[in-house]
Structure formats: structure tokens, C-alpha cells
Nanobody, 125 residues
Framework: QVQLVESGGGLVQAGGSLRLSCLAS????????LSWFRQAPGKEREFVAA????????DYADSAKGRFIISRDNAKNTAYLQLNSLKPEDTAVYYC??????????????????WGQGTQVTVSS
């Protein structure tokens, strides 16, 4: 079992930045692909970014490319999502997720075995 706890959300003006953190406990953190998803009110949960076990690969949704940066520190059992140039449409609950069946499944929420409780990001215009 892996437990994931997100933090770092909040209210920010458009154009601002936030850094989200995902602290993991339980099994060896470095075994898992880590990803961030988000869910806005009335919408489905969507993929934002993923990072492989040793940070050798990353992937981003088109909406995140050039603005968000995913990273991880295996020594600290923590993953991060740096949110820059935020827009009102980035408003959502952001979730950390771990251990999809395979890297090729990284964008598919149904493939993930572990989820955090989410952290709210609200971007005002």
C-alpha cells in the first residue's frame, strides 16, 4: 500500500504560481510512476503530468506544456508540480496518483492504483 498526501494548493491570481507537493508513505516510493491529475467542477478527472521512477521521463498534457513542471525527490518520498502562468481554467482539485500498470498507461486514470485526497487550486481572473 502507498499513501499519498497532497499539499500546496490555494487561491492565486491569474499569472501567478503555486507549487504542489505529494508526500508518499508506505512502499518504496522510487518504484512508482507518479502523476498529477485534476478535476474541475462538472468535468471528468484529467491527466496533467507524469514522471517516471528515476525522473528519466516526463510527460505533460497539452494544457500543461510550457507552464507546469513535474519533478520528484525519491530521497524525500515527494513529488512536485510547479504551476506557472496560471489561468482561471486551471481551477480544479489536483490529485497525485501512483503506480499505473505501465508507463504507457500514464494518462489513463483507470490504471492507477493509489490516489491522494486532492488539493484545491483556485485561480482568480
Amino acid at each position: 500500500q502507498v499513501q499519498l498526501v497532497e499539499s500546496g494548493g490555494g487561491l492565486v491570481q491569474a499569472g501567478g504560481s503555486l507549487r504542489l507537493s505529494c508526500l508518499a508513505s508506505g512502499r518504496t516510493f522510487s518504484w512508482y510512476v507518479l502523476s498529477w491529475f485534476r478535476q474541475a467542477p462538472g468535468k471528468e478527472r484529467e491527466f496533467v503530468a507524469a514522471i517516471s521512477q528515476r525522473s528519466q521521463s516526463t510527460d505533460y498534457a497539452d494544457s500543461a506544456k510550457g507552464r507546469f513542471i513535474i519533478s520528484r525527490d525519491n530521497a524525500k518520498n515527494t513529488a512536485y508540480l510547479q504551476l506557472n502562468s496560471l489561468k482561471p481554467e486551471d481551477t480544479a482539485v489536483y490529485y497525485c496518483a501512483a503506480d499505473p500498470d505501465d508507463w504507457k498507461d500514464r494518462t489513463l486514470k483507470e490504471r492507477y492504483h493509489y490516489w491522494g485526497q486532492g488539493t484545491q487550486v483556485t485561480v482568480s481572473s
